[in-house]
């Protein structure tokens, strides 16, 4: 999943990519919170500042993915989706169920 076919951080040095990371971090991180405090900033304008911010931070990490190994790296996206899953209300039910039957039975 790839956003960015021609991105020029590809191939970049590791103390580049880690200088573009914490700028581009940083710049995401203020612009949500100015998101935040500016009654969730109801501007087309500002939205897309948010949204620019945010591609240029996937922009450098795709590079640093790029760095590592095919198989290696859609493991890693592999372990990430599975992170990130919702959890559904019916699953913790299930999971405390599950949990109680174990510890009583």
């Known amino acids: 999943m790839?956003?960015?076919e021609?991105?020029?951080l590809e191939g970049a040095e590791l103390k580049e990519l880690h200088?573009?990371?914490?700028?581009?971090?940083g710049i995401v991180?203020?612009?949500?919170f100015f998101?935040?405090?500016?009654?969730?900033?109801?501007t087309n304008e500002h939205r897309e500042t948010l949204a620019r911010s945010a591609y240029a931070l996937i922009a450098v990490c795709e590079a640093i993915i790029a760095r590592v190994p095919e198989e290696e790296?859609?493991?890693?996206?592999?372990?990430?989706?599975?992170?990130f899953k919702p959890v559904y209300e019916d699953?913790?039910?299930?999971?405390i169920k599950t949990l109680l039957k174990?510890?009583?039975d």
């Open 2 to 4: 790839k956003y960015f």
């Open 6 to 8: 021609e991105n020029k």
């Open 19 to 25: 200088h573009t990371l914490i700028k581009t971090s």
């Open 29 to 32: 991180t203020s612009n949500l």
């Open 35 to 42: 998101h935040q405090v500016e009654d969730e900033a109801d």
């Open 73 to 83: 790296a859609r493991n890693a996206l592999a372990d990430v989706r599975e992170q």
């Open 91 to 95: 699953d913790v039910d299930d999971a």
């Open 102 to 104: 174990a510890i009583f």
